[in-house]
Nanobody, 125 residues
Framework: QGQLVESGGGLVQAGGSLRLSCAAS????????MGWFRQAPGKEREFVTAITWSGGNTYYADSVKGRFTISGDNTKNTVYLQMNSLKPEDTAVYYCAAASLDWGTPKKLGQYDYWGQGTQVTVSS
């Protein structure tokens, strides 16, 4: 069974930057898209950003547009999330995910087959 492993979370002051990484391990699998979701305490998991390997299209939630950048390598099922100008409201557990099939714009949790364990990002004010 393929797995995704995130790294790079931590504690940062408001206005700072962090870079998250996500790599596939174990059994290799092909993916149509990879993305990042986040879940803050007491809230539902929400879409942050995604990239489709065919055409390199990227998608962002309005709340992170202009501050976060997704990039990756589809041959390695590896994806990165560069987060700049971080705000306290960005505090959450960040999850990496991979979608095997093309179900359209990859912004919904149900479109993803593989998930990482999550990495905590905490932004202090």
């Amino acid at each position: 069974q393929g797995q995704l492993v995130e790294s790079g979370g931590g504690l940062v002051q408001a206005g700072g930057s962090l870079r998250l990484s996500c790599a596939a391990s174990g059994r290799t699998f092909s993916s149509y898209a990879m993305g990042w979701f986040r879940q803050a305490p007491g809230k539902e998991r929400e879409f942050v950003t995604a990239i489709t390997w065919s055409g390199g299209n990227t998608y962002y939630a309005d709340s992170v547009k202009g501050r976060f950048t997704i990039s990756g390598d589809n041959t390695k099922n590896t994806v990165y999330l560069q987060m700049n100008s971080l705000k306290p409201e960005d505090t959450a557990v960040y999850y990496c995910a991979a979608a095997s099939l093309d179900w359209g714009t990859p912004k919904k949790l149900g479109q993803y087959d593989y998930w990482g364990q999550g990495t905590q990002v905490t932004v202090s004010s």
